[in-house]
């Protein structure tokens, strides 16, 4: 009953905290803006959003069946290494939830060491600017692969619906916040930073400079860059002087829908960013 409640109102609980959020993050980077944005603002909000439109569609058409309703699905089979613990039900949401927020680091950084893979998750990161629409700037072929990949972690690890519901709320709302373009106390991004990704920390990971780009891959908890060495706690350029985006992708006029959308076709060098000195 609990099950199918949730899975009912997922959708919408899933839509509800995104708009929500959305608005809130848009609200507060004009009362509170970190930095002037430096490309066309309506250009840089029809890509990004429309990118998660045309993502959302691509989904639900190309999987039958959403994460939630996997998790469900493999419960009812006693599939899953969770589902076959014994573990009281928060720990096996709790473990669920950090469990693939562990899963979206290693996927972050792997997609910028495999050079294909860099191919599709580049379009994240020619974005000229840094706000809360960054954060739904993502490829549907990347998307595509995130999906199959946290499929795969549900059936083996034996996420309960609830920890995926959970998993996918909280990524969404974090993802929104860590790309705000806004201002901090740097006493208070200093204690918040043990606990989430905060703007100035995944600001880094926007930076042209290629050290800095490869660091900061977390998106929900900030413990897996700080334990695996990827930790980068400022840019060398502050924040106000750092420049964000790619070197090679520095043309606005270039940075269309359409463009985006083949960028990972185009071009003929496959080397990826991560072990090149600059
Ligand atoms: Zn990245
Ligand atoms: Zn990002």
Redesign the pocket.
């Known amino acids: 009953m609990m099950h199918n409640l949730t899975l009912d109102s997922e959708p919408f609980i899933r839509i509800g905290f995104f708009v929500g959020i959305l608005i809130i993050m848009a609200l507060w980077e004009t009362a509170a803006p970190c930095r002037p944005l430096t490309d066309s603002k309506t250009v840089r909000c029809f890509n990004n959003l429309s990118l998660i439109l045309i993502d959302t569609v691509a989904l639900r058409f190309l999987f039958p069946i959403t994460a939630a309703g996997t998790a469900m699905f493999v419960e009812s089979h006693n599939w899953g290494l969770l589902n076959n613990a014994g573990l009281p039900f928060w720990l096996t949401v709790a473990i669920g939830v950090i469990g693939l927020d562990f899963t979206v680091y290693l996927q ?1 950084a792997m ?2 060491a495999i050079p294909a893979f860099w191919r599709l ?2 379009v ?2 020619t974005d000229l600017d840094f706000d809360t629409t960054t954060g739904i700037r993502f490829h549907p072929i990347e998307m595509f692969l995130s999906m199959i990949i946290k499929l795969a972690v549900v059936v083996v690890l034996g996420v309960s619906a609830m920890g995926v519901l959970i998993f996918e709320v909280l990524l969404n709302a974090t993802s929104l916040f860590n790309h705000g373009n806004i201002r901090l106390p740097i006493s208070m991004d200093r204690v918040l930073r043990f606990l989430i990704v905060t703007p100035d920390m995944h600001r880094v ?2 930076s042209v400079v290629i050290q800095e ?2 660091s900061n ?1 977390g998106f929900n908890l900030p413990w897996w860059d700080r334990l695996l060495g990827t930790y980068c706690d400022q840019p060398e350029a502050g924040h106000k002087g750092m420049i964000i985006g790619l070197a090679q992708f520095r043309d606005p006029k270039r940075l269309t829908l359409l463009w985006l959308l083949a960028l990972p076709f185009v071009g003929k060098n496959l080397r990826c960013t991560i072990d090149e000195p600059e």
């Open positions: 972050h997609f910028h998750h580049r994240h990161h990971h926007h780009h490869n891959f």
